[in-house]
């Protein structure tokens, strides 16, 4: 694939196309960031100074608020989803990646608590994320039980969004209380799906 020294004209327009992805990428990877630990309503310029640009930069890209954390969530859900194939071709087995993609789920799942609290559940853009959400992720989860019960390292018959549900609910108690670890209990529940053989 050629690069923009290689040719004249039309060459430098993809490359700032490219450049205005990887920022763009950057600017959802530092907001995603900023709002798990200070929140969605966290400052602009405490997004800006995470991603090393102005504050002009993200209103160019995200005219409000709303804007900026639709964005967070479809970039985090395209995360997850890609996640998925390209741990189950690299883990060294079905079932490592299972539980690999599951940790990215969660993580996402802490991120997106936040973000549901600015979308509201009534609005039709949150209706139109959900579906988004479970068209990118439930055939992922689905790939990835079917591979790890091919394998005859997890009981067959868990449904995608079975999973996908009892993990989303052992992740929604509350943030404050230091006795609860929602990961802890993920990992009983995936323990719970295991053949014998594989624990």
Known sequence: MPTAGHQSGKAPTPGKRADA????????????????????????????????????????????????????????VEACAEAGPSLLARAESPLSALRQWIDVFVD??????????T?????????????YFLDRL???????????????????????YELMRGIGNLCIAPDSDPRYDPRRLVALLLQGLQQPQAS
């Open 21 to 76: 992805v990887r920022n763009q990428q950057k600017l959802l990877a530092a907001a995603a960031e900023v709002f798990v630990t200070s929140g969605v309503d966290a400052p602009i310029r405490e997004i800006a100074a995470k991603a090393g640009v102005g504050m002009g930069t993200i209103y160019r890209h995200f005219p409000t608020r709303a804007d900026l954390v639709v964005a967070v969530f479809r970039h985090q």
């Open 119 to 131: 979308v509201q559940p009534d609005s039709s853009g949150f209706a139109a994320l959900h579906t």
């Open 108 to 117: 996402f799942l802490v991120t997106k608590h936040g973000l549901a609290n």
């Open 138 to 160: 439930l055939p992922v989860a689905e790939q990835l039980l079917d591979a790890a019960a091919a394998a005859g390292e997890i009981r067959p018959g868990t449904r995608p």
